[in-house]
């Protein structure tokens, strides 16, 4: 069984930037694909960004393409999504995932088993 733990979330401005990390324990890192998903309240859960287990393939939401970043450091265990250009739509709790497979081919196929607690992520216009 894997642990996650979210951080680095906060208050921006718009146009700010916060990067998000998320370190994995309990079980093997680097073998699975990651996931950042959020969900704002009153709305459903939402995938934001992926990345295969050696983080050289990645797949983003259209909202968020061009100003997010994810990346992983397996010597680390751990995550990171970077997002820049921050507008206040993108205020959400953002969970990190561990998939069961490998690779992301199809982000509403790829079953994620592990979940964190969420980090609060609130941009103000």
């Known amino acids: 069984q894997v642990q996650l733990v979210e951080s680095g979330g906060g208050w921006v401005q718009a146009g700010g930037s916060l990067r998000l990390s998320c370190v994995a324990s309990?079980?093997?890192?680097?073998?699975?694909?990651m996931g950042w998903f959020r969900q704002a309240p009153g709305k459903e859960r939402e995938f934001v960004a992926g990345l295969n287990w050696s983080g050289d393939s990645r797949t983003y939401a259209d909202s968020v393409k061009g100003r997010f970043t994810i990346a992983r450091d397996n010597a680390k265990n751990t995550v990171y999504l970077q997002m820049n250009s921050l507008k206040p739509e993108d205020s959400a709790v953002y969970y990190c995932?561990?998939?069961?497979?490998?690779?992301?081919?199809?982000?509403?196929?790829?079953?994620?088993?592990?979940w964190g607690q969420g980090t609060q992520v609130t941009v103000s216009s």
């Open positions: 309990g079980r093997t890192f680097n073998a699975y694909a």
């Open positions: 995932a561990q998939a069961r497979v490998h690779t992301i081919v199809e982000v509403a196929t790829t079953p994620f088993g592990a």
